[in-house]
């Protein structure tokens, strides 16, 4: 999808989209700038898709964001930071 070329690293985004249900997730595109990234949300999530944006820690070198290792290890920082959910029993009245 979308690249930001520019040189500068600060506020870097990227997209990605993630199944809930299956705990899997695709990144389709990265160094991309806030209105970038906002931008790509907005329309990917208009087709019906779960898409998000998660902050670089640095630009990243490769081309592909689908091949990125720095991609998958920002993703991956994220999920970690994330709390635990709570479930909760609910109780079924018919």
Same mark, same amino acid.
């Given at each position: &999808? ?9 506020? @870097? =985004? @990227?997209? &990605?989209? +993630? #199944?809930?249900? =299956? ?8 160094? @991309?700038?806030?209105? #970038? ?6 329309? @990917?999530?208009? #087709?019906?898709?779960?898409? +998000? ?5 640095? *630009?990243?070198?490769? %081309? #592909? ?8 290890? %920002? ?13 909760? =029993? *609910?109780? +079924? *009245?018919?």
């Amino acid at each position: &999808m979308r690249q930001t070329n520019e040189n500068t690293s600060v506020n @870097l =985004k @990227l997209v &990605m989209l +993630f #199944d809930w249900r =299956k705990q899997i997730y695709c990144i389709c595109s990265h160094n @991309l700038s806030p209105e #970038d990234a906002s931008v790509e949300v907005t329309e @990917l999530r208009r #087709d019906g898709l779960p898409a +998000f944006t998660v902050a670089h820690r640095s *630009r990243h070198l490769q %081309d #592909d964001a689908e091949e990125c290792e720095a991609c998958r290890a %920002d993703v991956q920082q994220c999920v970690n930071s994330l709390p635990a959910l709570e479930t909760r =029993k *609910r109780e +079924f *009245r018919p």
